[in-house]
């Protein structure tokens, strides 16, 4: 009865506020199907590693001085353009519906590159940050695909424990990597001998995701892939 309600709801608030594309305006989807096809992917040369657009196929000089311990991470766009202003829409103004349209973007991306997992878990936010924000957008991505994508998702397991200061977009790899340090925490035993495929809307320097493989891979993880939507290149 509730999902039938929900779904009545749905429906009243499309006919009495259409939806429209966040880059050219046009009604029915917030990525019409042309907007969407001028995405800006994320081309090689990339870092196998840690995902980062490399200049030339040239070795990557952050991987060349951490070993991370994440197995990798691989991101679906460039974060500019309609991706950016979409997941900005996402994450700061409450725009919760584009969860759909956006994970069903990574969907077809891991569809097309499948990747060595078994479980799907969203990179968690501190308590204190989901109250003020009212929501997790990864969470709200994580659920979504893994629904497209028949994977088992896992809430809950993976939290963050420290609320680190928000990553100042000037700090360098270094400086981030120590803002996240120890701020994850996984203290059940759900991630014990899984493979698991982590979940984000924007990477940055990969500091967070690998923290969060670290506190995954000590709860007994085999293994973690990140998957992101954009990539700050
Ligand atoms: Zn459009
Ligand atoms: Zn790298």
Same mark, same amino acid.
């Given at each position: 009865? @509730?999902?039938?309600?929900?779904?009545?709801?749905?429906?009243?608030?499309? *006919? #009495? *506020?259409?939806?429209? $594309?966040?880059?050219? @305006?046009?009604?029915?989807?917030?990525? $019409?199907? =042309?907007?969407?096809?001028? #995405?800006?992917?994320? !081309?090689?040369?990339?870092?196998?590693? $840690? @995902?980062?657009?490399?200049?030339?196929?040239?070795? $990557?000089?952050?991987?060349?001085?951490?070993? #991370?311990?994440?197995?990798?991470?691989?991101?679906? *766009?460039?974060?500019?353009?309609?991706?950016?202003?979409?997941?900005?829409?996402?994450?700061? +103004? +409450? !725009?919760?519906?584009?969860?759909?349209?956006?994970?069903?973007?990574?969907? @077809?991306?891991?569809? /097309?590159?499948?990747?060595?997992?078994?479980?799907?878990?969203?990179?968690? !936010?501190?308590?204190?940050? !989901?109250?003020?924000?009212?929501? +997790?957008? =990864?969470?709200?991505?994580?659920?979504?695909?893994?629904?497209?994508?028949?994977?088992? #998702?896992?809430?809950?397991?993976?939290?963050?424990?420290?609320?680190?200061?928000?990553?100042?977009?000037?700090?360098?790899?270094? &400086?981030?990597? &120590? +803002?996240?340090?120890?701020? *994850?925490?996984?203290?059940?035993?759900?991630?014990?001998?899984?493979?698991?495929?982590?979940?984000?809307?924007?990477?940055?320097?990969? /500091?967070?995701?690998?923290?969060? /493989?670290?506190?995954?891979?000590?709860?007994?993880?085999? =293994?973690?892939?990140?998957?992101?939507?954009?990539? &700050?290149?």
């Amino acid at each position: 009865m @509730g999902a039938q309600l929900g779904r009545l709801r749905d429906g009243l608030v499309d *006919f #009495l *506020f259409p939806v429209h $594309c966040l880059a050219c @305006g046009s009604e029915g989807s917030y990525i $019409c199907r =042309s907007c969407r096809r001028t #995405l800006p992917r994320l !081309l090689p040369p990339v870092c196998l590693k $840690c @995902g980062r657009p490399l200049i030339r196929d040239d070795r $990557c000089s952050v991987c060349a001085r951490w070993k #991370l311990e994440i197995d990798g991470i691989r991101s679906v *766009f460039v974060f500019q353009g309609l991706v950016r202003r979409a997941v900005h829409q996402f994450k700061y +103004n +409450n !725009l919760r519906a584009l969860a759909f349209p956006l994970a069903d973007l990574v969907a @077809g991306d891991l569809k /097309a590159r499948p990747l060595p997992v078994d479980v799907v878990v969203a990179v968690p !936010l501190h308590r204190r940050r !989901l109250r003020g924000r009212g929501y +997790n957008q =990864s969470a709200l991505l994580a659920r979504e695909l893994s629904q497209m994508v028949g994977l088992p #998702l896992v809430e809950g397991s993976l939290v963050r424990v420290k609320d680190s200061p928000a990553q100042v977009k000037a700090a360098g790899a270094d &400086e981030r990597r &120590e +803002n996240v340090r120890g701020a *994850f925490s996984c203290r059940d035993g759900q991630m014990s001998g899984r493979h698991v495929l982590l979940i984000d809307d924007v990477c940055t320097t990969g /500091a967070t995701l690998d923290a969060c /493989a670290m506190a995954l891979k000590a709860a007994g993880a085999s =293994s973690v892939w990140g998957l992101t939507l954009a990539r &700050e290149a």
